[in-house]
Nanobody
Framework: QVQLVESGGGLVQPGGSLRLSCAAS????????MGWYRQAPGKQRELVAL?????????NYADSVKGRFTISRDNAKNTVYLQMNSLKPEDTAVYYC?????????WGQGTQVTVSS
């Protein structure tokens, strides 16, 4: 079994930046897709960004974060990152790491991101 372990959440002022990391507990699992979802209080979990496994790593972003967030991955470390810039109060949510190992879906435990002055 594999675990996804997130880090990097916290409290930040509007306009600030945070970088989330998510590392798989073993390098034996290959994830063809990795990414991030988020869930705000009273709302459904929603896609933030996904990245493929290939060298160029095809990406997909939610419209609400395009131009502000950047997803990247290090396949050698089985780790995915989310650089979040120009953060807004509406970005406040629990952020969940997502891994798709050729049809087998895995989730991290979640990390809280709070954007507030």
């Amino acid at each position: 079994q594999v675990q996804l372990v997130e880090s990097g959440g916290g409290l930040v002022q509007p306009g600030g930046s945070l970088r989330l990391s998510c590392a798989a507990s073993t390098s034996r699992f290959r994830f063809n897709v990795m990414g991030w979802y988020r869930q705000a209080p009273g709302k459904q979990r929603e896609l933030v960004a996904l990245i493929g496994e290939g060298g160029s790593g095809s990406t997909n972003y939610a419209d609400s974060v395009k131009g502000r967030f950047t997803i990247s991955r290090d396949n050698a470390k089985n780790t995915v990152y989310l650089q979040m810039n120009s953060l807004k109060p509406e970005d406040t949510a629990v952020y969940y790491c997502h891994g798709n190992a050729y049809g087998a879906i895995y989730w991290g435990q979640g990390t809280q991101v709070t954007v507030s002055s």
